[in-house]
C-alpha cells in the first residue's frame, strides 16, 4: 500500500457494476516468483478494468485506494514484501496484448499498457485467454501481429457503434436502447476522441476539409475528394462557416414500377442448343426490373455469383463443378488435418475457429432450417466457413460472413453449391471485410454527400445531433442490408444489386432512399444519435423491400438528370465521367464484374425502363465551368 499521506483518508472505490469474465487459478509472475489469484474483466462506475486479486490478498476496498490502481500498485522490478498486492489496469490504457504458451504448456499473456509492460500471467486453461480476448473485444478494436494484438484506438469509436448496432446478434434492440442510455450521454466526444482518423476523414467529408476520399482513384489533373458542402452552396472552398442554410431539397419522382418476374418460361428461351446463356444483358435486366422467380434461383444464381461462366456449355458446366468438388475437399483437408501439437502453436487459426463457431451457434437460428440443438445444417456452416479461411487465408473470417453465407445454404441446400457461391459474393464485397476499412469509411462519406445533395434538412439535422458520420448504417452497408429485410425480400434486394446495370455502388442509392423515407420521425421528432440508431435498429424486418426499389431507382434517375450534379456525386458516385450518357444502362456493375474490368463502351442504347433523360447540356451553366469540369473528366482514370 502507497503511503501518500499519513492523515489522509483513502478514497473509497466504487462498486462492481457489471463483471463480464472471471477466471480462477490465474498466476501472476513478478520475476520468478508466482501468487495465484481471480482475474476479472469488469465495470467499477463508468469505467472499465482488468484486475486481478490473489487469493491471499488484501479487502480491495479496504486496502487500496483508487489511485493507487491506476496501472499497477506495485514495482515488478522488486519483489514484494508482504504478499502480491492486488492489480488493476484500465482496459482504456492497454496498447497491446501479446500472447504465448508458457512453462508446462499453459497459456500466457503480457499486457503493455500506455505507461509500462506489466508481469507475465498464466492462465490454467488455453481458451481462458480465447474467452478474455473475445470479452475484451467489447472495449478494444485490436489488430494482429503474429501473436501479438495491437489495439487501434482510432477505430473504437466505430467499432463501438458496431457493436451497438448487434452485428453479433447478442441483444435486442430494447437492450440495445438501455446500454445506449447508459454509455452514450456523449456519444459524439466519445466517438471522436478514439476515433481520430476516420473521424477527421468523415468530418472533413462534409465540411470542407481538403481530405481524399479512401480508395478513390485519382490523376494529375483530376479532382476526386467527397463533395464538400460549400460545393453544393457554391461557396468558396477557403471559407469557413457552420452548415446551417439549407439548400433546397431536390424534388421527389414519382416510385419506378416494378416489372413483372422473371419466370422459368423466360429462363428457358435464354439457352442455345449446347446450353450456353444467351442475351445476357437483357437477362440481368430483366431481373434487376423484377427479380427471378423464387424456384428458379438455384440455376440462376451459379451464374450471377461467377460459380459457372454465362458462356459455358452444359457439358463444361459438368466438369467445372467436378473440378470445384475436388478443390473443396483439399481446402476442407487441410483444416481437418491439423493436429493439437499444430494447434497450439497457430494462434492465427484457433482465433478463427474461435470466431466462426461462436458466429454460426448465432447465425439465422430462428429459422427452420437452422433451429435445435446439433443441427447439422450449423454444422455444415461451420465446415464452409472453415474451407473459405483456408481458401482465402489472407482474408480468414471476420464477423459478418455467416450471414452472407447462411441465405446462400438455405437457398442451395448443398454445401458444394453453396461454398462456391459464397465465394463469388466475397469476391465482390471482399473489400468490406478489410481491416482498415478503407471500403466502407469510403462509402459512408459518398452516403453523407448523397443525403446533403437530395436533402439538406435532413442532413443539417443529422449534423445538429452529432450523427453526420452515419455510422449507423455500417450494418446496411457492411453486409448488404441482409439484417434489414425478410426471407426472400433479402435474396430479391441481392439479386438487384447483382444486376444493376449502371455503372455506380447501388447499395449507396438503397441506403439513402431508405434515410429519405424516414426523414419525417427523424427530423420531427428531434432524434438525437441514441434515438436514430436505435430508430434505425428497429427497422429491421420492417421495411417493405419494393417500396425502397421503386424510391431507389427514381431516385437514381432523378439525381442523374440533374444539371448541376456536384463533382464528386458526378465523378465518384454516378462515375458520369467514364460513362457517357448515352451509354446509360450498360456499363459495367463493380459488383457484378468480379474482374473489375475498366468497361468496353456499349454498343447499343438501353434506356431505363421507358425513363427519358435528357443529353442537352444546361445552356445556362458557365461556359468556362463546363470546359474545366470537361477537361478535368477527361483525366480521370477508370475506376479499379
Same mark, same amino acid.
Given at each position: 500500500?502507497?503511503?501518500?499521506?499519513?492523515?489522509?483518508?483513502?478514497?473509497?472505490?466504487?462498486?462492481?457494476?457489471?463483471?463480464?469474465?472471471?477466471?480462477?487459478?490465474?498466476?501472476?509472475?513478478?520475476?520468478?516468483?508466482?501468487?495465484?489469484?481471480?482475474?476479472?474483466?469488469?465495470?467499477?462506475?463508468?469505467?472499465?478494468?482488468?484486475?486481478?486479486?490473489?487469493?491471499?490478498?488484501?479487502?480491495?476496498?479496504?486496502?487500496?485506494?483508487?489511485?493507487?490502481?491506476?496501472?499497477?500498485?506495485?514495482?515488478?522490478?522488486?519483489?514484494?514484501?508482504?504478499?502480491?498486492?492486488?492489480?488493476? =489496469?484500465?482496459?482504456?490504457?492497454?496498447?497491446?496484448?501479446?500472447?504465448?504458451?508458457?512453462?508446462?504448456?499453459?497459456?500466457?499473456?503480457?499486457? $503493455?499498457?500506455?505507461?509500462?509492460?506489466?508481469?507475465?500471467?498464466?492462465?490454467?486453461?488455453?481458451?481462458?485467454?480465447?474467452?478474455? =480476448?473475445?470479452?475484451?473485444?467489447?472495449?478494444?478494436?485490436?489488430?494482429?501481429?503474429?501473436?501479438?494484438?495491437?489495439?487501434?484506438?482510432?477505430?473504437?469509436?466505430?467499432?463501438?457503434?458496431?457493436?451497438?448496432?448487434?452485428?453479433?446478434?447478442?441483444?435486442? $434492440?430494447?437492450?440495445?436502447?438501455?446500454?445506449?442510455?447508459?454509455?452514450?450521454?456523449?456519444?459524439?466526444?466519445?466517438?471522436?476522441?478514439?476515433?481520430?482518423?476516420?473521424?477527421?476523414?468523415?468530418?472533413?467529408?462534409?465540411?470542407?476539409?481538403?481530405?481524399?476520399?479512401?480508395?478513390?482513384?485519382?490523376?494529375?489533373?483530376?479532382?476526386?475528394?467527397?463533395?464538400?458542402?460549400?460545393?453544393?452552396?457554391?461557396?468558396?472552398?477557403?471559407?469557413?462557416?457552420?452548415?446551417?442554410?439549407?439548400? #433546397?431539397?431536390?424534388?421527389?419522382?414519382?416510385?419506378?414500377?416494378?416489372?413483372?418476374?422473371?419466370?422459368?418460361?423466360?429462363?428457358?428461351?435464354?439457352?442455345?442448343?449446347?446450353?450456353?446463356?444467351?442475351?445476357?444483358?437483357?437477362?440481368?435486366?430483366?431481373?434487376?426490373?423484377?427479380?427471378?422467380?423464387?424456384?428458379?434461383?438455384?440455376?440462376?444464381?451459379?451464374?450471377?455469383?461467377?460459380?459457372?461462366?454465362?458462356?459455358?456449355?452444359?457439358?463444361?458446366?459438368?466438369?467445372?463443378?467436378?473440378?470445384? #468438388?475436388?478443390?473443396?475437399?483439399?481446402?476442407?483437408?487441410?483444416?481437418?488435418?491439423?493436429?493439437?501439437?499444430?494447434?497450439?502453436?497457430?494462434?492465427?487459426?484457433?482465433?478463427?475457429?474461435?470466431?466462426?463457431? #461462436?458466429?454460426?451457434?448465432?447465425?439465422?437460428?430462428?429459422?427452420?432450417?437452422?433451429?435445435?440443438?446439433?443441427?447439422?445444417?450449423?454444422?455444415?456452416?461451420?465446415?464452409?466457413?472453415?474451407?473459405?479461411?483456408?481458401?482465402?487465408?489472407?482474408?480468414?473470417?471476420?464477423?459478418?460472413?455467416?450471414?452472407?453465407?447462411?441465405?446462400?445454404?438455405?437457398?442451395?441446400?448443398?454445401?458444394?453449391?453453396?461454398?462456391?457461391?459464397?465465394?463469388?459474393?466475397?469476391?465482390?464485397?471482399?473489400?468490406?471485410?478489410?481491416?482498415?476499412?478503407?471500403?466502407?469509411?469510403?462509402?459512408?462519406?459518398?452516403?453523407?454527400?448523397?443525403?446533403?445533395?437530395?436533402?439538406?434538412?435532413?442532413?443539417?439535422?443529422?449534423?445538429?445531433?452529432?450523427?453526420?458520420?452515419?455510422?449507423?448504417?455500417?450494418?446496411?452497408?457492411?453486409?448488404?442490408?441482409?439484417?434489414?429485410?425478410?426471407?426472400?425480400?433479402?435474396?430479391?434486394?441481392?439479386?438487384?444489386?447483382?444486376?444493376?446495370?449502371?455503372?455506380?455502388?447501388?447499395?449507396?442509392?438503397?441506403?439513402?432512399?431508405?434515410?429519405?423515407?424516414?426523414?419525417?420521425?427523424?427530423?420531427?421528432?428531434?432524434?438525437?444519435?441514441?434515438?436514430?440508431?436505435?430508430?434505425?435498429?428497429?427497422?429491421?424486418?420492417?421495411?417493405?423491400?419494393?417500396?425502397?426499389?421503386?424510391?431507389?431507382?427514381?431516385?437514381?434517375?432523378?439525381?442523374?438528370?440533374?444539371?448541376?450534379?456536384?463533382?464528386?456525386?458526378?465523378?465518384?458516385?454516378?462515375? =458520369?465521367?467514364?460513362?457517357?450518357?448515352?451509354?446509360?444502362?450498360?456499363?459495367?456493375?463493380?459488383?457484378?464484374?468480379?474482374?473489375?474490368?475498366?468497361?468496353?463502351?456499349?454498343?447499343?442504347?438501353?434506356?431505363?425502363?421507358?425513363?427519358?433523360?435528357?443529353?442537352?447540356?444546361?445552356?445556362?451553366?458557365?461556359?468556362?465551368?463546363?470546359?474545366?469540369?470537361?477537361?478535368?473528366?477527361?483525366?480521370?482514370?477508370?475506376?479499379?
Amino acid at each position: 500500500m502507497t503511503e501518500n499521506n499519513d492523515t489522509e483518508e483513502l478514497e473509497e472505490l466504487p462498486e462492481v457494476t457489471k463483471r463480464f469474465y472471471e477466471e480462477y487459478d490465474v498466476e501472476l509472475f513478478y520475476a520468478d516468483k508466482g501468487t495465484s489469484g481471480t482475474f476479472a474483466v469488469l465495470e467499477r462506475g463508468e469505467c472499465a478494468y482488468i484486475e486481478w486479486t490473489p487469493f491471499d490478498s488484501y479487502d480491495v476496498n479496504n486496502h487500496m485506494s483508487f489511485d493507487e490502481w491506476g496501472v499497477i500498485a506495485h514495482d515488478s522490478t522488486k519483489e514484494p514484501s508482504v504478499g502480491m498486492p492486488p492489480l488493476r =489496469i484500465p482496459i482504456s490504457t492497454i496498447d497491446s496484448i501479446k500472447q504465448e504458451i508458457g512453462a508446462r504448456g499453459r497459456a500466457c499473456i503480457i499486457i $503493455s499498457t500506455s505507461s509500462q509492460r506489466l508481469p507475465v500471467i498464466y492462465f490454467p486453461k488455453l481458451d481462458s485467454v480465447y474467452r478474455l =480476448i473475445q470479452c475484451l473485444k467489447r472495449f478494444l478494436c485490436f489488430i494482429r501481429d503474429r501473436d501479438t494484438l495491437v489495439v487501434d484506438h482510432s477505430r473504437a469509436g466505430l467499432h463501438k457503434v458496431m457493436k451497438e448496432l448487434e452485428l453479433d446478434g447478442t441483444a435486442t $434492440s430494447n437492450q440495445v436502447y438501455k446500454k445506449i442510455a447508459v454509455d452514450f450521454q456523449d456519444v459524439y466526444d466519445t466517438t471522436l476522441s478514439g476515433l481520430s482518423k476516420v473521424t477527421n476523414f468523415l468530418r472533413g467529408s462534409v465540411v470542407g476539409k481538403p481530405v481524399s476520399r479512401p480508395g478513390a482513384q485519382t490523376s494529375k489533373t483530376a479532382v476526386t475528394n467527397p463533395t464538400p458542402p460549400e460545393h453544393l452552396c457554391h461557396r468558396p472552398a477557403e471559407q469557413d462557416f457552420e452548415l446551417y442554410d439549407l439548400r #433546397k431539397p431536390l424534388d421527389r419522382a414519382a416510385p419506378v414500377a416494378r416489372d413483372e418476374m422473371f419466370t422459368r418460361a423466360l429462363w428457358e428461351t435464354h439457352f442455345d442448343s449446347e446450353g450456353r446463356v444467351c442475351r445476357v444483358k437483357e437477362l440481368q435486366d430483366r431481373i434487376f426490373g423484377g427479380g427471378c422467380q423464387a424456384d428458379l434461383r438455384q440455376e440462376v444464381w451459379p451464374f450471377l455469383l461467377n460459380v459457372y461462366p454465362w458462356n459455358s456449355t452444359l457439358e463444361e458446366r459438368a466438369a467445372i463443378m467436378e473440378q470445384k #468438388k475436388k478443390e473443396y475437399e483439399v481446402l476442407r483437408n487441410q483444416w481437418k488435418s491439423i493436429t493439437p501439437a499444430q494447434m497450439k502453436r497457430f494462434s492465427l487459426y484457433r482465433d478463427r475457429e474461435a470466431l466462426v463457431e #461462436k458466429d454460426v451457434l448465432r447465425t439465422d437460428r430462428v429459422l427452420e432450417f437452422y433451429k435445435g440443438q446439433d443441427n447439422p445444417h450449423v454444422a455444415d456452416l461451420y465446415e464452409m466457413l472453415m474451407t473459405y479461411c483456408q481458401y482465402n487465408f489472407d482474408l480468414g473470417y471476420v464477423q459478418g460472413m455467416s450471414d452472407l453465407l447462411s441465405p446462400l445454404y438455405l437457398l442451395f441446400k448443398d454445401k458444394l453449391m453453396a461454398f462456391w457461391a459464397f465465394v463469388g459474393y466475397m469476391d465482390m464485397v471482399e473489400a468490406h471485410f478489410f481491416l482498415d476499412q478503407q471500403k466502407i469509411q469510403g462509402k459512408l462519406a459518398d452516403l453523407s454527400s448523397l443525403v446533403y445533395y437530395c436533402d439538406s434538412e435532413l442532413y443539417n439535422h443529422l449534423e445538429k445531433e452529432d450523427s453526420s458520420n452515419f455510422f449507423f448504417c455500417f450494418r446496411w452497408l457492411l453486409i448488404n442490408f441482409k439484417r434489414e429485410f425478410r426471407g426472400d425480400d433479402v435474396l430479391e434486394l441481392w439479386e438487384v444489386i447483382w444486376t444493376c446495370p449502371y455503372n455506380t455502388d447501388y447499395t449507396l442509392f438503397i441506403a439513402t432512399a431508405i434515410l429519405l423515407q424516414e426523414r419525417t420521425p427523424i427530423i420531427e421528432k428531434k432524434m438525437c444519435f441514441a434515438d436514430i440508431l436505435r430508430y434505425i435498429n428497429d427497422l429491421s424486418q420492417h421495411i417493405d423491400l419494393h417500396e425502397v426499389l421503386g424510391n431507389t431507382e427514381s431516385l437514381f434517375h432523378n439525381i442523374r438528370s440533374q444539371p448541376d450534379i456536384p463533382f464528386n456525386i458526378r465523378t465518384n458516385i454516378l462515375r =458520369i465521367a467514364e460513362t457517357p450518357l448515352s451509354s446509360l444502362g450498360s456499363q459495367h456493375n463493380p459488383e457484378r464484374d468480379f474482374a473489375e474490368r475498366t468497361p468496353e463502351p456499349a454498343d447499343h442504347v438501353t434506356m431505363p425502363r421507358d425513363l427519358h433523360v435528357s443529353h442537352d447540356l444546361d445552356e445556362s451553366r458557365d461556359p468556362a465551368s463546363l470546359l474545366v469540369e470537361n477537361v478535368s473528366n477527361m483525366s480521370l482514370e477508370p475506376p479499379q
